[in-house]
């Protein structure tokens, strides 16, 4: 059963960054795509980015601020988060996707991101 599992999460001031860590129990490149979702109270999850082989992807609202990196050798995706803003709080979700004729989703627990003076 693959595990992901998420680190990096907390309180951080307008303005500040974070650091998000997701760590694979297999190699990051068993999977067709591996990326960061988020969920904010009341509202959907929604993708913010994601490695889809070798390229990347955002939402629009963090384009510019946020950046998706991998080291395979640690079979960890970071999520680098800067200029962050309180519209960015919420449970970010690590999510790794294989394709073997059908899509398989694995998840992680979540790690809270809050932002807030």
């Known amino acids: 059963q693959v595990q992901l599992v998420e680190s990096g999460g907390g309180l951080v001031q307008p303005g500040g960054s974070l650091r998000l860590s997701c760590a694979a129990s297999e190699s990051i490149f068993e999977f067709s795509s591996m990326g960061w979702y988020r969920q904010a109270p009341g509202k959907q999850r929604e993708l913010v980015a994601v490695?889809?082989?070798?390229?990347?992807g955002y939402v629009d609202s963090v384009k510019g601020r946020f950046a998706i990196s991998r080291d395979s050798a640690e079979n960890t995706v970071y999520l680098q988060m800067n200029s962050l803003k309180p519209e960015d709080t919420a449970v970010y979700y690590c999510?790794?996707?294989?394709?073997?004729?059908?899509?398989?989703?694995?998840w992680g627990k979540g790690t809270l991101v809050t932002v807030s003076s």
């Open positions: 999510n790794a996707r294989r394709e073997l004729g059908q899509s398989l989703d694995y």
């Open positions: 490695f889809v082989g070798d390229s990347t």
